[in-house]
Protein backbone atom coordinates (compact mmCIF):
# COMPACT_ATOMS: atom_id res chain seq x y z
CA UNK A 1 0.00 0.00 0.00
CA UNK A 2 1.09 3.56 -0.96
CA UNK A 3 2.10 5.70 2.18
CA UNK A 4 0.53 9.10 0.83
CA UNK A 5 -0.75 10.79 -2.08
CA UNK A 6 0.54 14.39 -2.98
CA UNK A 7 -1.37 18.01 -2.08
CA UNK A 8 -0.90 19.71 -5.52
CA UNK A 9 -1.08 23.46 -5.52
CA UNK A 10 -1.45 23.76 -9.73
CA UNK A 11 -4.58 21.30 -9.15
CA UNK A 12 -6.09 23.40 -5.89
CA UNK A 13 -5.56 26.43 -8.17
CA UNK A 14 -7.14 24.82 -11.02
CA UNK A 15 -10.04 23.63 -9.29
CA UNK A 16 -10.70 27.08 -7.31
CA UNK A 17 -10.54 28.54 -10.76
CA UNK A 18 -13.25 26.39 -12.43
CA UNK A 19 -15.39 27.45 -8.90
CA UNK A 20 -14.69 30.60 -9.76
CA UNK A 21 -16.56 30.26 -13.32
CA UNK A 22 -19.28 29.04 -11.12
CA UNK A 23 -19.72 31.35 -8.90
CA UNK A 24 -19.63 33.85 -11.81
CA UNK A 25 -22.47 32.39 -13.26
CA UNK A 26 -24.64 32.02 -9.75
CA UNK A 27 -23.89 28.01 -9.69
CA UNK A 28 -23.35 28.33 -6.26
CA UNK A 29 -23.55 24.94 -4.97
CA UNK A 30 -21.65 23.86 -7.36
CA UNK A 31 -18.97 26.23 -6.66
CA UNK A 32 -18.87 25.25 -3.24
CA UNK A 33 -18.17 21.78 -4.36
CA UNK A 34 -15.52 22.61 -6.68
CA UNK A 35 -14.00 24.65 -3.59
CA UNK A 36 -14.04 21.98 -1.55
CA UNK A 37 -12.18 19.85 -4.05
CA UNK A 38 -9.72 23.17 -3.92
CA UNK A 39 -9.09 22.47 -0.30
CA UNK A 40 -8.75 18.78 -0.96
CA UNK A 41 -5.78 19.16 -3.32
CA UNK A 42 -3.89 21.95 -1.89
CA UNK A 43 -1.04 21.75 0.36
CA UNK A 44 -1.82 22.51 4.01
CA UNK A 45 -1.42 26.28 5.01
CA UNK A 46 0.21 26.80 1.69
CA UNK A 47 -1.65 30.18 -0.57
CA UNK A 48 -3.93 27.73 -2.18
CA UNK A 49 -5.01 26.54 1.16
CA UNK A 50 -5.90 29.73 2.53
CA UNK A 51 -7.59 31.27 -1.06
CA UNK A 52 -9.65 28.22 -1.11
CA UNK A 53 -11.09 28.89 2.05
CA UNK A 54 -11.01 32.24 1.43
CA UNK A 55 -13.55 31.38 -1.55
CA UNK A 56 -15.28 28.90 -0.28
CA UNK A 57 -16.58 31.76 2.56
CA UNK A 58 -18.24 33.71 -0.48
CA UNK A 59 -20.09 30.92 -1.44
CA UNK A 60 -21.50 29.95 2.19
CA UNK A 61 -22.31 33.57 2.52
CA UNK A 62 -24.64 33.35 0.17
CA UNK A 63 -25.91 30.22 0.95
CA UNK A 64 -26.88 31.95 3.80
CA UNK A 65 -24.57 30.19 6.22
CA UNK A 66 -23.15 33.06 7.86
CA UNK A 67 -21.97 31.35 10.97
CA UNK A 68 -19.58 28.89 8.53
CA UNK A 69 -18.73 31.88 6.13
CA UNK A 70 -16.96 33.32 9.31
CA UNK A 71 -15.43 31.07 10.85
CA UNK A 72 -13.88 29.89 7.04
CA UNK A 73 -12.55 33.96 7.06
CA UNK A 74 -11.41 33.67 10.66
CA UNK A 75 -9.45 30.88 9.24
CA UNK A 76 -7.80 32.37 7.01
CA UNK A 77 -7.21 35.51 9.47
CA UNK A 78 -6.06 33.95 12.32
CA UNK A 79 -3.24 31.69 10.62
CA UNK A 80 0.58 32.81 10.60
CA UNK A 81 0.91 31.75 7.29
CA UNK A 82 -1.66 34.07 6.06
CA UNK A 83 0.99 36.34 5.47
CA UNK A 84 1.42 35.28 2.11
CA UNK A 85 -2.34 36.17 0.94
CA UNK A 86 -2.26 39.44 -0.76
CA UNK A 87 -3.15 42.60 1.23
CA UNK A 88 -5.85 43.23 -1.13
CA UNK A 89 -8.17 40.00 -0.78
CA UNK A 90 -7.39 39.86 3.33
CA UNK A 91 -8.75 43.46 2.58
CA UNK A 92 -11.95 41.91 1.23
CA UNK A 93 -12.01 39.04 3.60
CA UNK A 94 -12.12 41.36 6.75
CA UNK A 95 -15.19 43.15 5.11
CA UNK A 96 -17.27 40.47 4.24
CA UNK A 97 -16.38 38.96 8.28
CA UNK A 98 -17.69 42.44 9.01
CA UNK A 99 -20.98 42.27 6.53
CA UNK A 100 -21.58 38.33 7.95
CA UNK A 101 -20.91 39.10 11.48
CA UNK A 102 -23.58 42.08 11.63
CA UNK A 103 -26.59 40.03 10.30
CA UNK A 104 -25.28 37.50 12.98
CA UNK A 105 -27.67 39.11 15.83
CA UNK A 106 -27.80 36.34 18.51
CA UNK A 107 -24.59 33.73 18.71
CA UNK A 108 -25.72 30.61 17.01
CA UNK A 109 -25.12 27.23 18.59
CA UNK A 110 -23.80 24.37 16.89
CA UNK A 111 -27.30 22.09 17.18
CA UNK A 112 -24.75 19.32 16.79
CA UNK A 113 -22.70 19.53 19.82
CA UNK A 114 -26.13 20.24 21.91
CA UNK A 115 -27.36 16.66 21.16
CA UNK A 116 -26.82 13.79 23.79
CA UNK A 117 -27.93 10.48 24.13
CA UNK A 118 -30.91 9.87 26.17
CA UNK A 119 -30.20 8.93 29.94
CA UNK A 120 -30.28 5.33 31.30
CA UNK A 121 -33.15 4.27 32.61
CA UNK A 122 -32.47 4.23 36.54
CA UNK A 123 -28.75 5.51 35.87
CA UNK A 124 -26.07 3.65 34.99
CA UNK A 125 -24.51 0.16 36.35
CA UNK A 126 -21.17 0.57 38.69
CA UNK A 127 -20.10 -2.63 37.55
CA UNK A 128 -21.06 -1.81 33.65
CA UNK A 129 -20.92 1.80 32.54
CA UNK A 130 -22.89 1.63 29.22
CA UNK A 131 -25.73 -0.60 31.37
CA UNK A 132 -28.91 -0.32 32.94
CA UNK A 133 -28.78 -0.46 36.91
CA UNK A 134 -32.43 -2.27 36.07
CA UNK A 135 -30.17 -5.02 33.84
CA UNK A 136 -27.20 -7.19 35.06
CA UNK A 137 -25.04 -9.82 33.04
CA UNK A 138 -25.12 -13.23 34.07
CA UNK A 139 -23.45 -16.62 33.08
CA UNK A 140 -24.90 -19.96 32.61
CA UNK A 141 -23.73 -22.99 31.04
CA UNK A 142 -26.84 -23.31 28.79
CA UNK A 143 -26.67 -19.82 27.81
CA UNK A 144 -22.78 -18.48 28.24
CA UNK A 145 -22.47 -15.09 28.99
CA UNK A 146 -25.24 -12.67 29.22
CA UNK A 147 -28.14 -9.71 29.69
CA UNK A 148 -30.77 -9.87 31.66
CA UNK A 149 -33.33 -8.23 33.47
CA UNK A 150 -33.07 -7.37 37.56
CA UNK A 151 -36.80 -5.94 37.57
CA UNK A 152 -39.59 -5.27 35.24
CA UNK A 153 -39.33 -2.43 32.50
CA UNK A 154 -41.24 -0.56 31.23
CA UNK A 155 -42.09 -0.21 27.42
CA UNK A 156 -39.27 2.16 26.04
CA UNK A 157 -36.72 1.79 28.79
CA UNK A 158 -33.37 2.87 27.50
CA UNK A 159 -31.05 0.24 29.17
CA UNK A 160 -28.17 0.59 27.30
CA UNK A 161 -25.78 3.68 25.99
CA UNK A 162 -22.96 2.74 24.53
CA UNK A 163 -20.09 4.77 22.41
CA UNK A 164 -17.97 2.39 20.50
CA UNK A 165 -14.89 0.64 21.40
CA UNK A 166 -13.83 1.73 17.80
CA UNK A 167 -15.30 2.47 14.62
CA UNK A 168 -15.01 2.92 10.50
CA UNK A 169 -17.20 5.22 8.36
CA UNK A 170 -18.45 3.44 5.54
CA UNK A 171 -17.17 4.79 1.78
CA UNK A 172 -20.43 5.83 0.48
CA UNK A 173 -20.30 8.34 3.70
CA UNK A 174 -17.21 10.15 2.80
CA UNK A 175 -18.39 12.92 1.17
CA UNK A 176 -21.11 12.96 3.86
CA UNK A 177 -19.81 12.34 7.22
CA UNK A 178 -16.83 13.21 9.41
CA UNK A 179 -14.05 10.66 8.96
CA UNK A 180 -13.71 10.53 12.63
CA UNK A 181 -17.08 11.06 14.88
CA UNK A 182 -18.92 10.01 12.10
CA UNK A 183 -21.71 13.15 12.17
CA UNK A 184 -23.22 14.47 9.17
CA UNK A 185 -20.36 17.21 8.10
CA UNK A 186 -20.95 21.00 8.37
CA UNK A 187 -20.24 22.96 4.91
CA UNK A 188 -17.29 24.29 5.89
CA UNK A 189 -15.49 21.13 6.58
CA UNK A 190 -12.03 20.53 6.38
CA UNK A 191 -9.71 17.45 4.43
CA UNK A 192 -7.28 15.89 5.73
CA UNK A 193 -3.53 17.79 6.35
CA UNK A 194 -1.69 15.03 4.10
CA UNK A 195 -3.71 12.91 1.86
CA UNK A 196 -6.00 13.70 -1.12
CA UNK A 197 -8.79 10.77 -0.29
CA UNK A 198 -11.85 11.70 0.01
CA UNK A 199 -11.22 11.85 4.22
CA UNK A 200 -12.86 15.26 5.26
CA UNK A 201 -13.15 16.19 9.06
CA UNK A 202 -15.97 18.22 10.77
CA UNK A 203 -13.87 20.60 11.90
CA UNK A 204 -10.45 20.85 13.38
CA UNK A 205 -10.58 19.40 16.52
CA UNK A 206 -11.63 15.92 14.50
CA UNK A 207 -9.29 15.99 12.26
CA UNK A 208 -6.83 16.38 14.87
CA UNK A 209 -8.46 13.49 17.46
CA UNK A 210 -7.89 11.17 14.52
CA UNK A 211 -4.84 12.04 12.98
CA UNK A 212 -3.15 11.33 16.88
CA UNK A 213 -5.16 8.15 17.38
CA UNK A 214 -5.36 5.96 13.72
CA UNK A 215 -5.35 8.26 10.97
CA UNK A 216 -1.45 9.41 10.53
CA UNK A 217 -1.58 5.77 10.08
CA UNK A 218 -4.17 5.07 7.61
CA UNK A 219 -3.37 8.52 5.71
CA UNK A 220 -3.22 8.01 1.78
CA UNK A 221 -4.64 4.27 1.82
CA UNK A 222 -8.21 4.48 3.43
CA UNK A 223 -9.42 3.88 -0.11
CA UNK A 224 -7.29 0.34 -0.35
CA UNK A 225 -8.07 -0.54 3.61
CA UNK A 226 -11.92 -0.30 2.76
CA UNK A 227 -11.76 -3.41 0.58
CA UNK A 228 -10.62 -5.59 3.22
CA UNK A 229 -13.90 -5.19 5.09
CA UNK A 230 -13.61 -6.00 8.83
CA UNK A 231 -10.08 -6.41 8.73
CA UNK A 232 -9.91 -2.03 8.59
CA UNK A 233 -12.29 -2.50 11.76
CA UNK A 234 -9.80 -4.53 13.49
CA UNK A 235 -6.90 -2.80 12.28
CA UNK A 236 -8.75 0.55 13.71
CA UNK A 237 -9.10 -1.48 16.70
CA UNK A 238 -5.43 -2.03 17.20
CA UNK A 239 -4.81 1.64 16.44
CA UNK A 240 -7.33 2.47 19.24
CA UNK A 241 -5.76 0.21 21.40
CA UNK A 242 -3.00 0.67 23.96
CA UNK A 243 0.22 -1.33 23.48
CA UNK A 244 0.48 -2.78 26.81
CA UNK A 245 -2.58 -3.80 26.36
CA UNK A 246 -1.91 -5.60 23.27
CA UNK A 247 1.20 -7.54 24.73
CA UNK A 248 -0.38 -8.05 27.91
CA UNK A 249 -4.06 -9.26 26.71
CA UNK A 250 -3.07 -11.82 23.71
CA UNK A 251 -6.21 -13.24 22.35
CA UNK A 252 -4.64 -16.52 21.32
CA UNK A 253 -3.98 -17.30 24.92
CA UNK A 254 -5.90 -19.51 27.71
CA UNK A 255 -6.31 -16.88 29.90
CA UNK A 256 -8.31 -14.47 27.53
CA UNK A 257 -10.47 -17.61 26.67
CA UNK A 258 -11.17 -17.93 30.21
CA UNK A 259 -12.71 -14.21 30.01
CA UNK A 260 -14.85 -15.07 27.29
CA UNK A 261 -16.67 -16.95 29.35
CA UNK A 262 -17.23 -14.84 32.17
CA UNK A 263 -15.73 -11.11 32.33
CA UNK A 264 -17.93 -8.69 33.69
CA UNK A 265 -20.20 -11.47 35.01
CA UNK A 266 -18.59 -10.50 38.69
CA UNK A 267 -19.46 -7.58 40.72
CA UNK A 268 -15.64 -7.54 41.35
CA UNK A 269 -15.00 -6.31 37.44
CA UNK A 270 -15.94 -3.57 35.61
CA UNK A 271 -16.86 -4.05 32.44
CA UNK A 272 -16.08 -0.68 30.61
CA UNK A 273 -16.77 0.09 26.95
CA UNK A 274 -13.52 1.57 26.69
CA UNK A 275 -11.24 -1.02 27.97
CA UNK A 276 -9.59 -3.48 25.81
CA UNK A 277 -10.20 -6.66 27.84
CA UNK A 278 -14.24 -6.33 27.39
CA UNK A 279 -13.14 -6.46 23.73
CA UNK A 280 -10.80 -9.72 24.23
CA UNK A 281 -12.94 -10.94 25.87
CA UNK A 282 -15.52 -11.84 23.52
CA UNK A 283 -17.04 -14.67 22.01
CA UNK A 284 -15.11 -15.37 18.85
CA UNK A 285 -16.13 -18.71 17.78
CA UNK A 286 -12.73 -20.22 16.64
CA UNK A 287 -14.03 -23.83 17.71
CA UNK A 288 -17.66 -23.66 16.19
CA UNK A 289 -16.62 -23.77 12.33
CA UNK A 290 -18.74 -20.75 12.28
CA UNK A 291 -15.78 -18.49 11.07
CA UNK A 292 -13.90 -17.84 8.49
CA UNK A 293 -10.82 -20.54 7.51
CA UNK A 294 -7.37 -20.06 9.73
CA UNK A 295 -5.87 -19.78 6.61
CA UNK A 296 -7.79 -17.23 5.29
CA UNK A 297 -8.00 -14.76 8.43
CA UNK A 298 -3.81 -15.62 9.62
CA UNK A 299 -2.57 -14.47 5.87
CA UNK A 300 -5.33 -11.29 6.08
CA UNK A 301 -3.66 -10.48 9.72
CA UNK A 302 -0.15 -10.66 8.36
CA UNK A 303 -0.55 -8.23 5.35
CA UNK A 304 -2.35 -6.00 7.45
CA UNK A 305 0.68 -6.15 10.19
CA UNK A 306 3.27 -5.51 7.14
CA UNK A 307 1.14 -2.62 5.94
CA UNK A 308 0.80 -1.53 9.77
CA UNK A 309 5.02 -1.43 9.89
CA UNK A 310 5.39 0.26 6.52
CA UNK A 311 3.23 3.25 7.58
CA UNK A 312 4.53 3.78 10.91
CA UNK A 313 2.71 1.81 13.45
CA UNK A 314 6.04 0.38 15.72
CA UNK A 315 7.63 3.62 15.85
CA UNK A 316 8.98 5.10 19.69
CA UNK A 317 5.64 7.35 19.19
CA UNK A 318 3.57 4.11 20.23
CA UNK A 319 5.93 3.12 23.21
CA UNK A 320 7.02 -0.21 22.11
CA UNK A 321 8.87 -1.77 24.80
CA UNK A 322 12.62 -1.83 23.51
CA UNK A 323 13.12 -5.15 25.04
CA UNK A 324 10.33 -6.91 22.15
CA UNK A 325 12.40 -7.69 18.80
CA UNK A 326 10.80 -6.64 15.69
CA UNK A 327 10.12 -10.37 14.87
CA UNK A 328 8.13 -10.10 18.54
CA UNK A 329 6.03 -6.83 17.59
CA UNK A 330 4.59 -8.91 14.47
CA UNK A 331 3.88 -12.00 16.21
CA UNK A 332 1.72 -9.65 18.63
CA UNK A 333 -0.08 -8.04 16.28
CA UNK A 334 -0.70 -10.57 13.85
CA UNK A 335 -2.46 -12.57 16.49
CA UNK A 336 -4.10 -9.53 17.91
CA UNK A 337 -5.35 -8.90 14.16
CA UNK A 338 -6.27 -12.59 14.32
CA UNK A 339 -8.66 -13.04 17.31
CA UNK A 340 -10.04 -9.34 16.48
CA UNK A 341 -11.14 -10.08 13.09
CA UNK A 342 -12.53 -13.52 14.47
CA UNK A 343 -14.51 -11.49 17.31
CA UNK A 344 -15.53 -9.06 14.77
CA UNK A 345 -17.27 -11.62 13.00
CA UNK A 346 -19.72 -12.46 15.35
CA UNK A 347 -19.93 -9.06 17.39
CA UNK A 348 -19.39 -6.08 14.56
CA UNK A 349 -22.05 -3.85 14.46
CA UNK A 350 -23.51 -1.68 12.07
CA UNK A 351 -23.98 2.36 12.82
CA UNK A 352 -26.83 3.40 11.61
CA UNK A 353 -29.41 6.61 10.81
CA UNK A 354 -32.54 7.17 10.12
CA UNK A 355 -34.03 9.08 6.97
CA UNK A 356 -36.41 10.49 6.51
CA UNK A 357 -38.16 10.26 2.64
CA UNK A 358 -40.21 13.33 1.06
CA UNK A 359 -43.59 13.40 1.88
CA UNK A 360 -46.67 11.34 -0.31
CA UNK A 361 -50.07 10.77 -0.85
CA UNK A 362 -51.64 7.31 -1.92
CA UNK A 363 -55.06 5.68 -2.52
CA UNK A 364 -55.83 4.96 1.17
CA UNK A 365 -54.75 8.18 2.70
CA UNK A 366 -56.15 10.46 0.17
CA UNK A 367 -54.58 14.05 1.20
CA UNK A 368 -52.97 13.06 4.18
CA UNK A 369 -49.61 12.60 3.69
CA UNK A 370 -47.22 9.62 4.45
CA UNK A 371 -43.44 9.54 5.49
CA UNK A 372 -41.36 6.74 5.27
CA UNK A 373 -38.69 6.54 7.76
CA UNK A 374 -35.51 4.45 6.68
CA UNK A 375 -32.51 3.09 8.46
CA UNK A 376 -29.29 3.90 6.31
CA UNK A 377 -26.16 2.34 7.13
CA UNK A 378 -23.11 5.06 7.75
CA UNK A 379 -20.33 2.87 9.93
CA UNK A 380 -19.24 -0.35 11.60
CA UNK A 381 -18.29 -0.22 15.05
CA UNK A 382 -17.17 -2.59 18.00
CA UNK A 383 -19.62 -2.29 21.20
CA UNK A 384 -18.28 -4.66 23.74
CA UNK A 385 -21.69 -4.47 25.85
CA UNK A 386 -24.10 -4.40 23.20
CA UNK A 387 -22.33 -7.65 22.01
CA UNK A 388 -23.09 -9.25 24.97
CA UNK A 389 -27.46 -8.97 24.39
CA UNK A 390 -28.16 -12.47 22.63
CA UNK A 391 -29.98 -12.84 19.33
CA UNK A 392 -33.54 -13.17 19.06
CA UNK A 393 -35.57 -13.99 16.50
CA UNK A 394 -38.30 -12.53 18.79
CA UNK A 395 -36.55 -9.51 19.98
CA UNK A 396 -37.42 -7.39 23.29
CA UNK A 397 -34.36 -5.10 23.06
CA UNK A 398 -34.73 -2.51 20.14
CA UNK A 399 -31.58 -0.23 18.84
CA UNK A 400 -31.31 3.50 17.99
CA UNK A 401 -28.53 5.71 17.24
CA UNK A 402 -27.49 8.95 17.84
CA UNK A 403 -24.47 9.59 15.44
CA UNK A 404 -22.29 6.93 16.68
CA UNK A 405 -23.28 6.42 20.35
CA UNK A 406 -26.01 3.02 20.77
CA UNK A 407 -28.94 3.02 22.75
Given at each position: ???????????????R?????A???????E?????N????????????????????????????????????????????????????????????????????????????????????????????P??????????S???????????????GS????????????????????????????????????????????C?????????????S?????????????????????????????????????????????????S?????????????????????D???????????????L??????????S???????????????V????????????????????????????????????????????????????????????????????????????
Open positions: MSKRCEKSASKSTGRNSGNEFGRKKVIALRLYQALQSAPHLSPEFFLALGNRSAALRDLNKLKECAEDIDRVLEAQESSTIPTSTLERLRARRSEVLSQLHVKEEDDRATESAPQLFIGCNPSVSLSKAVDIRFKEKGRHLIANRKLAKVVIVEDPYAKVLLPHCALSHCHFCCRELPLNHLPCTTCIEEVNFNEQCRDEALLKFHIECGNVEKLNNIGLGYLAVRLVLCSDVDQLIEYDLASDRVKSMQRVFGSPADVYSSSDFRSVASLESHDDGETASNEEVELTAVKTRFLRENGYFSARCWPANISTKEQDIVVRALVGLVRRLICNAHAVTKVVDSLPYTTDETESQEVLDRNEVYIASGLFPTTSLANHSCIPNLFSRYRFDTFF
